[in-house]
T-cell receptor, first 117, second 117 residues
């Protein structure tokens, strides 16, 4: 069965510091997809990134970057020069590609990030 | 435009009331979802509709009744709820061009905060 572990329950950093959110996953499949979502206090889950298991290139989008390492089953998320608006709960999620038609998106338990002004 | 809308934003209801939650998307997506999220927990999948047909029902109690009148709308009818049903209810949609697959990116609405008295 697939599983996503976000060991950091809560993180607090001072504004402008860099912060890395960890995500470790377990899956039996060779083809799978990883996601990161941001959930600000308003409640909406905001999609950040989708990555398939065959694309191990790191990705950078502005202040956000993602490090995908299949060897350690990790998909970590780094925010550089953090800002107060980055304060939110961040979820890592995993989906396996199967032919059964009933697969689900498996979420980690989330990491609550607080940026201190 | 990746927008999913939900109404109402907040809902307070008694255990004998009947109410409905509404969700709408105009992205041409053919898969739509209902999730339930309790405080400090990840979202839990309730139902999935693919091409207006119920594809997944995660053994949700019958007091929750989903409906998909057309490809843009998704409703969740509520009846005789319990206080433990109080939660944030999130709607999402995904492309689903070949039917439902959890590997597509899901786009979430802002949610309805439900309180059952």
């Amino acid at each position: 069965a697939q599983k996503v572990t976000q060991a950091q329950t809560e993180i607090s950093v001072v504004e402008k510091e860099d912060v890395t959110l960890d995500c470790v996953y377990e899956t039996r499949d060779t083809t799978y997809y990883l996601f990161w979502y941001k959930q600000p206090p308003s409640g909406e889950l905001v999609f950040l990134i989708r990555r398939n298991s065959f694309d191990e290139q790191n990705e950078i989008s502005g202040r956000y970057s993602w490090n995908f390492q299949k060897s350690t089953s990790s998909f970590n998320f780094t925010i550089t020069a953090s800002q107060v608006v980055d304060s939110a709960v961040y979820f890592c999620a995993l989906s396996e590609e199967t032919n059964f038609g009933n697969e689900k998106l498996t979420f980690g338990t989330g990491t609550r990030l607080t940026i201190i002004p | 435009d990746t927008e999913v809308t939900q109404t109402p934003k907040h809902l307070v209801m008694g255990m004998t009331n009947k109410k409905s939650l509404k969700c709408e998307q105009h992205m041409g997506h053919r898969a739509m979802y209902w999730y339930k999220q309790k405080a400090k927990k990840p979202p839990e999948l309730m139902f999935v509709y693919s091409y207006e047909k119920l594809s997944i029902n995660e053994s949700v109690p019958s007091r929750f009744s989903p409906e998909c009148p057309n490809s843009s709308l998704l409703n969740l009818h509520l009846h005789a709820l319990q206080p433990e049903d109080s939660a944030l209810y999130l709607c999402a949609s995904s492309r689903g061009r070949a039917g439902y697959t959890s590997t597509d990116t899901q786009y979430f609405g802002p949610g309805t905060r439900l309180t059952v008295l």
